[in-house]
C-alpha cells in the first residue's frame, strides 16, 4: 500500500468534506437542535458518499480488499483529526499571538476527541471506506483480487 499518495487522498477527501460538502449542506435548513437536523444528517451522508468516491479513487492504484479499505478508512480519520488538531493550534496563535492562551486552550481538544461528533467522523471515513474495498475486492479479506484470482486456478499437466 502507498501509504504517501493514502495520506495525500485522506488530505484531499477532508478538504473537500470541510469545505465543499459543509457549504452544500449550509444550503439545508436547520432544525431545533443540532443532533437532530436535517442538516446534520445531509452532511453526513454527503461526507460518506465523498468518502466513498475518494476510496474508490485512491484503490484504482491500491490493493482492492477489505482490509485496504479498512487502512485507508483509519488514515482517513487520522488525517482529519491531525488537521484539525493543527488548524486550532495555528488559529488560537494567528488570533491571539499568545503562548500562555495556547496553552490554555490545548486541554479543550481532549473533550473533542471523546464527543459524539468524532464517532460521527470516524464513522464516516471507515464506513464507506469498507463497503468500497469489500465491492471493488468481491468481498476478499485479505488478499488483493489479483491474488486470490491466480489461486484458484490450477497449472497445466507437465509433459516428461
Do not use: C, D, H
Request: glycine share 10%; net charge positive.
Amino acid at each position: 500500500m502507498k501509504f504517501e499518495r493514502a495520506i495525500l487522498i485522506a488530505f484531499l477527501g477532508n478538504y473537500l468534506v470541510n469545505n465543499v460538502v459543509a457549504a452544500i449542506a449550509a444550503f439545508v435548513p436547520t432544525g431545533a437542535s443540532t443532533w437532530t437536523s436535517p442538516q446534520y444528517y445531509v452532511f453526513i451522508v454527503l461526507a460518506a458518499i465523498l468518502v466513498g468516491l475518494v476510496t474508490w479513487w485512491y484503490m484504482k492504484m491500491a490493493p482492492r480488499t477489505t482490509m485496504a479499505g479498512l487502512y485507508f478508512g483509519i488514515t482517513g480519520f487520522v488525517v482529519s483529526i491531525a488537521v484539525a488538531f493543527i488548524t486550532g493550534i495555528s488559529g488560537v496563535l494567528i488570533q491571539t499571538a499568545s503562548i500562555s492562551t495556547l496553552i490554555g486552550v490545548l486541554p479543550n481538544f481532549g473533550p473533542f476527541l471523546f464527543s459524539v461528533s468524532t464517532l460521527v467522523l470516524l464513522g464516516y471515513w471507515i464506513v464507506p471506506a469498507v463497503l468500497v474495498g469489500w465491492w471493488l475486492g468481491k468481498g476478499s479479506m485479505g488478499m488483493p483480487s489479483s491474488m486470490n484470482s491466480s489461486m484458484n486456478t490450477s497449472m497445466p499437466p507437465r509433459t516428461m
